[in-house]
């Protein structure tokens, strides 16, 4: 059985959705039989209500792109994978550590994607994997240092980015 968090009467607490069915039926009906199409009705209700209150928790974290974020908080440095990290000065993007760098898409989104701050690109020996759509739309990137450890670019990985004619 499913169960919702729910606030009602001034109580916190868990009720089933069936039990929620039945409380706002009684609320609605004032105590009176309830039909069937009037149940149809409620439950719909109560489901539409679930699946936009799902979708609300999860568009705050990918409403604002992360290149928006980055250029707010004028960040230069941060992670990009499990043990891989970036640092941005002066439009050259250096990317160190082990192993292979977060996909961008669901969970998390590339600081770099869409970044027209980025010139340049410079990978450092060790990194094995530039993850999915990582450095799509920077309008601005010319030039990728790429290491002998690379191993896999994902999908789009540079896509749109037009001005890109140098790989090293």
């Excluded at 499913?2 to 607490?13: E, S, V």
């Excluded at 089933?16 to 149809?40: P, V």
């Excluded at 928006?68 to 050259?92: F, I, P, R, Y």
Aim: proline content about 4%.
């Amino acid at each position: 059985m499913l169960w919702i968090p729910i606030k009602m009467c001034y109580k916190t607490g868990y009720y089933s959705i069936t039990a929620l069915f039945d409380r706002i039926c009684s609320l609605c009906n004032n105590g009176e039989d309830r039909s069937e199409n009037m149940k149809k009705r409620v439950l719909s209700l109560v489901i539409s209500a679930c699946m936009v209150l799902a979708c609300f928790s999860i568009l705050p974290q990918s409403a604002v792109p992360h290149s928006a974020v980055l250029a707010a908080s004028k960040a230069t440095s941060g992670w990009c994978g499990e043990n891989v990290t970036w640092v941005l000065k002066d439009h050259v993007l250096t990317i160190s550590g082990k192993g292979p760098m977060y996909n961008s898409g669901f969970g998390f989104e590339s600081p770099f994607q869409s970044n027209n701050d980025i010139y340049k690109v410079v990978i450092k020996q060790g990194v094995t994997l530039i993850g999915e759509n990582n450095f799509s739309s920077c309008k601005n990137l010319k030039t990728v240092s790429l290491p002998e450890s690379m191993i896999c670019i994902g999908d789009r990985a540079f896509f749109d980015a037009d001005l890109l004619n140098e790989i090293i």
